[in-house]
T-cell receptor
């Protein structure tokens, strides 16, 4: 299984709602990522988890709250979002190696298209 | 990471080879060249990577110039399904345990035309 599965595929929410995006992989990867992609722009890194611990937060506003409950699952909790947060949210995973000289091959899901009204 | 420059868009006739260029004139000796692509409404997909030798896999070939200042991704027989944005990324080969911090540039939108 070489898939990263994201649910839901589409989400519409109001600015006062609380919702969660989910991501799952069964490739044994111990690094998982959230990227945000606005229309016609490249993906931008938001968070990185290594061994279920948050290792990188790219100065993301606190209305986005990531969670990694186990090595296969990654969530992104959303609360009090703004219309400008509407975007495609991409999850990715990669293996972590304990030696040098590792190529950076990420596996991406198809994303959740989020609309904030 | 070294900066990369790609043309914003290219067209290719179906069945012909698509040659996508990337300039990375400030690349250093320990930086790899990676190529990803993103088909509309999907996540990016890894294609290939290389250091200095030409590389080939089932998806594409990567040609890196001898001075490593530029590279070309070659799709030998482009199909309509190859229509996508192609990203060229240069990254230092990381040492030790760690996650990856790929940064995507603007890429090249390749349109394969029937």
């Amino acid at each position: 299984d070489t898939e990263v599965t994201q649910t839901p595929k589409h989400l519409v929410m109001g600015m006062t709602n609380k919702k969660s995006l989910k991501c799952e992989q069964h490739m044994g990867h111990r690094a998982m990522y959230w990227y945000k992609q606005k229309a016609k722009k490249p993906p931008e890194l938001m968070f990185v988890y290594s061994y279920e611990k948050l290792s990188i937060n790219e100065s993301v506003p606190s209305r986005f709250s990531p969670e990694c409950p186990n090595s296969s699952l990654l969530n992104l909790h959303l609360h009090a979002l703004q219309p400008e947060d509407s975007a495609l949210y991409l999850c990715a995973s990669s293996p972590l190696f304990l030696r040098d000289r590792v190529p950076e091959k990420l596996f991406f899901g198809s994303g959740t298209q989020l609309s904030v009204l | 990471d070294a900066k990369t420059t790609q043309p914003p868009s290219m067209d290719c006739a179906e069945g012909r080879a698509a040659n996508l260029p990337c300039n990375h004139s400030t690349i250093s000796g320990n930086e790899y060249v990676y190529w990803y692509r993103q088909i509309h409404s999907q996540g990016p997909q890894y294609i290939i990577h290389g250091l200095k030798n030409n590389e080939t896999n089932e998806m594409a070939s990567l040609i890196i110039t001898e001075d490593r200042k530029s590279s070309t991704l070659i799709l030998p027989h482009a199909t309509l399904r190859d229509t996508a944005v192609y990203y060229c990324i240069v990254r230092v080969l990381r040492s030790g345990a760690g996650s990856y911090q790929l940064t995507f540039g603007k890429g090249t939108k390749l349109s394969v035309i029937p």
